[in-house]
């Protein structure tokens, strides 16, 4: 059963001068609970973000909020909803508050968490991988779900194709 509050369930990370921001589609029942991102067990997102070296340690979900020393930052589209995907309304995904976010912040590059993330915001299907569409100077880039309820899709190699692409942006002047 999803769940909707008044305010956010979990607080964006963003700032001016970031490399990275990654953006799911809500807080799953377990972070929602512990308040802090992809904080269930069974997935990957920390592990993912250690093995693909874009932290040099692996990271709790509770740490989440040291992410910005690594230029890295966190939202979702449905901030007042968790749950699983399937079970979110339609007009839980705010693409519009997402894009006024990325032009206001203006990341290097944001990546989504998941094809259905990526669908919500861009309005399209999308396949792995950098995307040749950008939200201001922001280019976008779609990950695998590190979800447990996605392994059958799970792969890294996206994920340190995305660190390789953050490496990149980074040594190039803004």
């Not at 807080?27 to 067990?41: D, I, L, M, V």
């Not at 509770?62 to 339609?90: C, M, Q, V, W």
């Not at 944001?110 to 040749?132: C, E, I, M, P």
């Not at 950008?134 to 190699?157: D, E, K, M, Y």
Request: glycine share 8%; hydrophobic share 40%; proline share 9%.
């Amino acid at each position: 059963m999803p769940r909707k509050v008044d305010r956010h369930i979990l607080p964006d990370v963003l700032q001016p001068g970031l490399a990275l921001v990654f953006c799911g589609t809500a807080a799953g029942k377990r972070s929602a609970a512990e308040r802090a991102y992809y904080a269930h067990p069974g997935n990957l997102f920390w592990r993912a973000l250690f093995e693909a070296r874009l932290t040099p340690r692996q990271l709790t979900p509770a740490e989440f909020p040291l992410l910005p020393g690594y230029g890295i930052g966190l939202t979702d589209l449905a901030k007042r909803h968790s749950g699983n995907d399937n079970e979110l309304p339609r007009e839980a995904f705010d693409a519009p508050a997402l894009i006024a976010k990325i032009e206001r912040y203006q990341p290097r590059l944001l990546a989504f968490t998941s094809k259905n993330a990526a669908r919500a915001a861009l309005g399209h299907a999308v396949d792995y991988g950098l995307q040749t569409e950008r939200i201001g100077i922001t280019q976008l880039f779609v990950l695998p779900s590190p979800s447990g309820q996605a392994r059958g899709h799970w792969n890294i190699a996206p994920w340190r194709a995305l660190a390789a692409c953050a490496e990149d942006v980074r040594r190039r002047p803004a």
